[in-house]
């Protein structure tokens, strides 16, 4: 078997580091949460930059302080969260043997993504590549850790991809997301028509209380009747509202199963918007319309 040449050395993760694909399907009536990117939308970017398969694995940073030492020349990209990286964002990027990459401060947004040229190795558990730790699956990065990539990837970059960065229009401002959209859940009627009217006519704060299981958000109480339900499976995006009132918005590494009445689900483009806001961020929802046309995939679109 070939050896996965090391590229990366994590000399620091900063706040947290893990490697992420689009997560892991099929076990959620085990139990297990899919997991995966925060923000599909800047992780597939880093990969599309690459010519990488879109489910390759990445390196995901929590807000800033990741440092890292380059071990071979080799082609990046970096999207997602601004941390001033000492590398340029949302374009390809070439390093060498020596370099080093580094994340000094938050400036806009939470997760920042890293990609190399053929995609990170990693072990597959589950049929994904994701870091889900309270399950046991995969592990934090930590200083020491060796990043290699994948010893059966084709390197077929050319000089030439030096200019190849992410069109403007894709660049996203995280302090400023627009209305989220949101399907109705299963619990809708569960809350009065003025509560319902009064979730998307205010603003949410998004909480300190908020990680890769979910983002809490601090507005008007509202006051579903039941107040607690039998449980049953949820999803990622779904709005759940605990006796307190305030919102919970299930995230990727989110339980499978909950007891709480759910107002709606953030429509799955739209939940990327979310992740990347830090505490403090107004966020505001609005209904998903049935006549919306879903975007085209990010994979069949071009790069600059």
């Known amino acids: 078997m070939a050896m996965a040449p090391g590229v990366l050395k994590v000399l620091s993760p900063g706040i947290s580091a893990s490697l992420q694909d689009r997560g892991r399907f099929g076990w959620r009536r085990f139990g297990v949460p899919i997991s995966g990117v925060m923000d599909d939308h800047a992780a597939g970017w880093a990969n599309r930059l690459l010519d990488n398969p879109p489910d390759a694995p990445v390196l995901e940073m ?64 589950l049929g994904s590549a994701s870091a889900y730790q309270r399950g046991g699956l995969g592990k934090s990065l930590a200083a020491g850790d060796i990043l290699c990539r994948r010893s059966e990837a084709a390197f077929r970059l050319v000089p030439t991809v030096a200019g190849r960065s992410v069109a403007w229009s894709e660049r996203r401002d995280y302090d400023a997301p627009p209305p989220l959209r949101v399907w109705c859940g299963p619990q809708w009627t569960c809350f009065h028509a003025k509560e319902r009217d009064a979730f998307f006519a205010h603003e949410w704060t998004v909480t300190s209380r908020s990680d890769r ?44 199963v909950g007891g709480y009445p759910k107002l709606g689900m953030i429509d799955p483009a739209d939940l990327s918007w979310l992740a990347q806001c830090r505490p403090g961020t107004q966020v505001k929802f609005r209904p998903a319309d049935s006549r919306w046309a879903r975007a085209e995939p990010l994979e069949r679109r071009s790069v600059a």
């Open 213 to 256: 299981t979910g983002y809490r958000l601090a507005g008007i109480a509202l006051k579903p009747q039941p107040p607690q339900i039998i449980s049953e499976p949820v999803r990622v995006g779904s709005i759940q509202v605990p006796p307190g009132g305030q919102p919970i918005v299930i995230m990727r590494d989110g339980p499978t």
């Open 62 to 125: 929590l807000l800033q302080g990741a440092k890292l030492a380059v071990l071979q020349d080799t082609w990046i990209a970096v999207t997602g969260a601004d941390a001033e990286a000492n590398v340029a964002a949302w374009r390809i990027a070439r390093v060498k043997a020596g370099d080093l990459v580094h994340f000094l401060r938050e400036r806009s947004g939470v997760w920042i993504y890293l990609a190399v040229e053929g995609g990170f190795e990693a072990e597959i558990v």
